[in-house]
């Protein structure tokens, strides 16, 4: 038993009689020996001072490195062997430090020193470099910190700090968003401004210090981050991220901006109701926004979105998707009669994209421009105008009155940059007693066009009744027609041949008489007479003797009574009439 006891002590004497005579410490490589001066003969820190550069007692600037050190006796040093710091991926440190010189009162940050991260508390301290929260961070790696200088701050002990442990991640701006930022250090916002200008040069504001430099002011700022992942130091921005402005099909964005260069207008001489300015300047934006999604700042601008495609703007009970005319309603009109009523409007405008910034400089917003300047333009016109018609021009003229409303709106509009492209009348809302005689006669108006529709029909029916009878007797009159052209053809061949035999009788007279006044002329007139009945009696085959005795007498008048006494005894006894005597 002695003898294991005088084992351990001889070990123990080995173990420790070097670091008490040699003053050896050993610092591994995931440690950082800070030492601590116990007492020294080059006097006491100044006042105010935590670590010493000039080997005074207390905290030591220089840190041990990993390794074996010699000289450092217990007796007047002690060490701290800390871990060294880590900052995982994804995440960033701040830092404050415990001495340096006073932050300077307009500012709020310790300058950024070159002091390798932090790491060489001694360049920190002998370049200028300040006591406080820091402009500088840490980002993600491993360092070597002499933490009785610095106060390293990660998310693992954020809480305890005072700090939201998501303030310490790596600040990320997501797609389609914009990061609108305020800065918490710099000089003081300039007067009438609302926002500082965009410095070059500090890389999307991760180069505090570069900032500073550059003349950045503190508050809200006219450069946006985009997205992205950024280390951003929390006690110096602050982030607020917004959706990207997107501007619609169909539609353009004005730009109106309150921050910027000093006001040019370039809209020219003829335009002399606003002004416009270039992009990056102070006021309206000449060039309008194309639909898409832009990154814009709207916290230092305004974007009007304008519709290029039509719109309808109902004076009426109805209103459109696009809401602008929410606050119109139907026109009340006063006629030339008297009458008091209402109309329905509809008007149909459009503003062209290049127009557009021009309509804003000049009235500020589409709704503005409907409330401002179409409402009076309109309701006015209509109300003028009814003046000089009736209720009736109205109702039965529609169309007249709708052409001279798009002819005149037209003119009055096109002042303002905006097209009409048309004026449309919709219901018209006469008192009710004139409506109501209005109806009356419209329903005799109706009847009378009834009855001329029912008689016309009953004429149709007459019509073809009659036509149905006349084909029904069509064919007896084809007969009859046809009976009577045959009557009429045989009645002119009668009279043809009636007078053909008539024309015979009198030709064949006449030359009977020519041949009887030639007989006289030549036999004398007794003679001739003789002769002809000799004749007949030759001709008719008369029996002259013995059947008549003839006597003697003076003149040969016997002869001739008796052939007559004989040619009349042969016609009564065959019953026949005797031949007339031709006529001379």
């Known amino acids: 038993m002695p003898a294991i006891i005088a084992f351990v002590v001889i070990v123990l004497l080995l173990m420790f009689v070097p670091v008490l005579v040699l003053g050896i410490v050993v610092i591994n490589e995931r440690q950082v020996g800070i030492v601590i001066k116990k007492f020294s003969f080059k006097g006491d820190l100044p006042a105010g001072k935590l670590i010493a550069l000039n080997g005074e007692a207390g905290y030591q600037a220089d840190t041990l490195a990993p390794g074996i050190h010699l000289g450092l006796w217990r007796w007047q040093y002690r060490i701290r062997k800390i871990p060294v710091t880590v900052v995982p991926q994804g995440e960033i440190a701040v830092i404050v430090a415990a001495d340096g010189t006073s932050i300077p009162p307009e500012r709020i940050l310790g300058k950024v020193v070159d002091c390798d991260d932090f790491q060489n508390a001694r360049a920190f301290l002998t370049k200028g470099g300040e006591k406080g929260r820091q402009l500088g961070i840490l980002t993600a790696g491993t360092y070597r910190i002499n933490q009785a200088l610095f106060n390293i701050i990660t998310s693992q002990n954020a809480s305890v700090q005072g700090i939201d442990p998501e303030n310490l991640k790596v600040y990320r701006v997501e797609p389609d968003r914009v990061g609108i930022v305020t800065t918490l250090d710099g000089t003081p916002i300039g007067a009438g401004e609302i926002a500082g200008p965009i410095v070059p040069g500090h890389d999307n504001f991760q180069n505090a210090q570069a900032f500073l430099n550059g003349g950045g002011q503190r508050g809200l ?248 009878a006349m084909a029904d007797i069509q064919q007896d009159m084809v007969k009859a027609e046809q009976g009577v052209n045959i009557a009429e053809l045989n009645a002119n061949a ?91």
């Open 221 to 468: 700022q006219e450069q946006v981050l985009l997205s992205g992942s950024w280390n951003l130091n929390p006690w110096f921005v602050q982030v607020n991220q917004v959706p990207m402005t997107q501007i619609p099909i169909g539609h353009v964005g004005v730009v109106i901006s309150y921050v910027g260069k000093a006001h040019e207008d370039v809209s020219g001489i003829e335009f002399t109701h606003g002004d416009l300015v270039n992009e990056g300047h102070k006021g309206v934006w000449v060039a309008p926004l194309y639909p898409g999604k832009h990154p814009l700042n709207t916290a230092i601008m305004k974007i009007e979105l304008v519709p290029t495609t039509n719109i309808v703007l109902n004076w009426a009970m109805r209103t459109e998707a696009h809401n602008y005319d929410s606050k119109l309603s139907s026109i009340t009109v006063r006629s030339k009669d008297g009458f008091g009523f209402t109309l329905d409007v509809a008007q149909v405008i459009h503003v062209g994209a290049l127009d557009a910034p021009k309509v804003i400089s000049r009235v500020g917003s589409v709704q503005n421009l409907v409330d401002h300047v179409l409402q009076p333009i309109v309701g006015n016109y209509f109300r003028n105008a009814a003046q000089n018609y009736t209720v009736l021009d109205f109702l039965s003229a529609r169309s007249e009155r709708q052409g001279e409303a798009t002819n005149h709106i037209k003119t009055a509009i096109n002042q303002y940059d905006v097209q009409a492209i048309d004026t449309l009348i919709g219901d018209i809302n006469p008192p009710a007693e004139l409506m109501l005689t209005l109806t009356d006669r419209k329903i005799a108006e109706e009847q009378r066009k009834t009855y001329e529709v029912q008689q016309e029909a009953q004429n149709q029916r007459q019509q073809l009744v009659r036509e149905t």
């Open 494 to 584: 009668e009279i043809k041949r009636a007078g053909g035999e008539a024309q015979a009788i009198r030709a064949t007279g006449e030359a009977k008489a020519a041949a009887y006044r030639a007989g006289v002329e030549s036999l004398g007139e007794q003679g001739y007479v003789v002769l002809q009945l000799m004749q007949i009696v030759g001709d008719q085959k008369v029996r002259v003797v013995p059947d008549v005795a003839v006597s003697g007498t003076q003149g040969g008048a016997g002869l001739v009574d008796a052939l007559v006494g004989m040619m009349l005894r042969n016609q009564v006894n065959e019953g026949k009439a005797l031949p007339k005597t031709p006529q001379a």
